[in-house]
């Protein structure tokens, strides 16, 4: 038992060393990208500057102190997964895109630790371990610029800011786990950002509290242009290399078990490392990563810090329900939205409900391509104009969005397939 046991524990810790070769992959980018005498200027720049929704950290600190923000955060989070004693699934993998992608346009080494307390407080107040929660923390620091916004911005004096980050980031961090638990019931896993619908919750709630003792927000939008060539040239090396390593290490099996993937419908709750494995599920990050780092660039949108961000969302997710089937049909219908809509999609805000709308993928996944578009097409609507309730401060809108047109959505399209079920079983409507 004792060499079994030892085998395992290397296999466990050879995966999670695999996983933390993407943020050390682009750790290594970061250091070439700037000279090293800009790196540390811009990382306190990123701490000290609001992080409101749009905030390209590209454009606070520079491309190579964002990369090594988000960088050594994903280790971070890594480490913190891997010394809780949990086995790597999908959502480690998930989780882990997710900080690296937020890192680069809202997240950073100071802001994201109150929330974290929070939780563990929460865990330890239920004595419960805090690795059944620890997902959830993870995913709940896209409310880090409420943190961001009471230490740097208000004008209060720095003992009462201190007192309140720790008070509301706790806060925040000990609701987050019943309400995520809850919120799932309300959009029954057809939007994938779970998470982020409660945190738009927790987020309104807290900015009309801030408001009302004179903590006010500004419209912000800071977005880096002019890095497509290079970032298409970074990107375009990872995602090959994830497509062609993958499929070297697993050999036809990938493609087999790439195609049960591609045949899942994506609702909430999927795992496609433990269903298929390893080398199906990065091959399957690979080809959406690369497919959405075309998307943009073809509809002339920008690679920056928050594009990179979601793209790095969608390939997170690939690991627990999106695979091009059920994310094309919904960013082809904010896509659609363009051509009708008052406003063109290369702009910032319709280019991130582009690639965050893909929250929505089991809803094409479950119902088909038409339906798939049309939630696309509403998304666009409702995800550009919702975050106006919590003034930019939940990093995660379009999961908040994603929410509310799933919960408006599925119940209709179930109704309508209900009552031709019926109609063809010849009973009474």
């Given at each position: 038992?004792?060499?079994?046991?030892?085998?395992?524990?290397?296999?466990?810790?050879h995966?999670f060393?695999?996983?933390?070769?993407?943020?050390?992959?682009?750790?290594?980018?970061?250091?070439?990208?700037?000279?090293?005498?800009?790196?540390?200027?811009?990382?306190?720049?990123?701490?000290?500057?609001?992080?409101?929704?749009?905030?390209?950290?590209?454009?606070?600190g520079?491309?190579?102190?964002?990369?090594?923000?988000?960088?050594?955060?994903?280790?971070?989070?890594?480490?913190?997964?891997?010394?809780?004693?949990?086995?790597?699934d999908?959502?480690?993998?998930?989780?882990?895109?997710?900080?690296?992608?937020?890192?680069?346009?809202?997240?950073n080494?100071?802001n994201?630790w109150?929330?974290?307390?929070?939780?563990f407080?929460?865990a330890?107040?239920?004595?419960?371990?805090?690795?059944?929660?620890?997902?959830?923390?993870?995913?709940?620091t896209?409310?880090?610029?409420?943190?961001?916004?009471?230490?740097?911005?208000?004008?209060?004096?720095?003992v009462?800011?201190?007192?309140?980050?720790?008070?509301?980031?706790?806060?925040?961090?000990?609701v987050?786990?019943?309400?995520?638990?809850?919120?799932?019931?309300?959009?029954?896993?057809?939007?994938?950002?779970?998470?982020?619908?409660?945190?738009?919750?927790?987020?309104?709630?807290?900015?009309?509290?801030?408001?009302?003792?004179?903590?006010?927000?500004?419209?912000?939008?800071?977005?880096?242009?002019?890095?497509?060539?290079?970032?298409?040239?970074?990107?375009g090396?990872?995602?090959?290399?994830?497509?062609?390593?993958?499929?070297?290490?697993?050999?036809?099996?990938v493609?087999?078990s790439?195609?049960?993937?591609?045949?899942?419908?994506?609702?909430?709750?999927?795992?496609?490392?433990?269903?298929?494995?390893?080398?199906?599920?990065?091959?399957?990050?690979?080809?959406?990563?690369?497919?959405?780092?075309?998307?943009?660039?073809?509809?002339?949108?920008?690679?920056?810090?928050?594009?990179?961000?979601?793209?790095?969302?969608?390939?997170?997710?690939?690991?627990t329900?999106?695979?091009?089937?059920?994310?094309?049909?919904?960013?082809?219908?904010?896509?659609?939205?363009?051509?009708?809509?008052?406003?063109?999609?290369?702009?910032?805000?319709?280019?991130?409900?582009?690639?965050?709308?893909?929250?929505?993928?089991?809803?094409?996944?479950?119902f088909?391509?038409?339906?798939?578009?049309l939630?696309?097409?509403?998304?666009?609507?409702?995800?550009?104009?919702?975050?106006?309730?919590?003034?930019?401060?939940n990093?995660?809108?379009?999961?908040?969005?994603?929410?509310?047109?799933?919960?408006?959505?599925?119940?209709?399209?179930?109704?309508?397939?209900?009552?031709?079920?019926?109609?063809?079983?010849?009973?009474?409507?």
């Open positions: 038992m004792d060499g079994t046991k030892k085998i395992k524990r290397f296999a466990r810790h995966r060393l695999l996983l933390a070769a993407l943020p050390v992959y682009f750790i290594i980018v970061a250091l070439f990208l700037q000279p090293w005498s800009e790196i540390l200027p811009g990382l306190v720049r990123i701490f000290e500057e609001p992080d409101i929704l749009i905030t390209d950290y590209f454009v606070v520079g491309p190579g102190p964002a990369l090594l923000n988000a960088g050594i955060l994903t280790l971070l989070s890594i480490y913190i997964i891997h010394k809780q004693g949990m086995e790597m999908g959502h480690t993998i998930t989780s882990s895109c997710l900080m690296f992608g937020f890192s680069l346009f809202g997240k080494l100071l994201i109150t929330i974290l307390l929070g939780v407080i929460y330890r107040y239920h004595k419960m371990p805090f690795s059944k929660y620890v997902y959830v923390g993870l995913y709940g896209s409310l880090s610029p409420i943190i961001t916004q009471i230490m740097y911005v208000s004008q209060w004096p720095y009462v800011r201190l007192v309140l980050m720790l008070l509301i980031g706790t806060m925040i961090g000990f987050l786990p019943p309400l995520a638990t809850h919120s799932h019931y309300a959009h029954k896993g057809y939007s994938l950002y779970n998470v982020g619908f409660a945190s738009g919750i927790i987020a309104t709630v807290v900015v009309s509290m801030m408001k009302s003792f004179g903590i006010t927000t500004e419209s912000r939008l800071l977005w880096a242009e002019g890095y497509n060539d290079l970032f298409l040239g970074i990107l090396v990872l995602f090959l290399g994830m497509i062609i390593g993958s499929y070297c290490l697993g050999g036809k099996r493609l087999e790439y195609g049960m993937i591609l045949r899942s419908t994506g609702i909430g709750g999927t795992d496609y490392l433990s269903d298929e494995g390893g080398c199906a599920t990065v091959f399957n990050m690979g080809i959406n990563g690369l497919f959405a780092t075309l998307f943009v660039v073809i509809v002339g949108g920008e690679l920056n810090g928050p594009t990179i961000g979601g793209i790095f969302t969608i390939v997170g997710f690939s690991a329900g999106k695979h091009i089937r059920n994310i094309a049909p919904i960013m082809l219908g904010v896509l659609l939205g363009s051509f009708t809509k008052e406003w063109t999609i290369s702009s910032p805000s319709p280019m991130l409900a582009l690639l965050f709308s893909t929250t929505l993928a089991p809803v094409a996944g479950e088909g391509v038409i339906v798939g578009v939630a696309g097409y509403l998304h666009s609507s409702v995800a550009l104009n919702v975050g106006i309730v919590y003034g930019g401060m990093l995660y809108n379009n999961g908040f969005a994603g929410g509310i047109v799933a919960m408006f959505l599925v119940p209709v399209i179930h109704s309508i397939m209900d009552r031709r079920a019926r109609a063809k079983q010849d009973l009474s409507l």
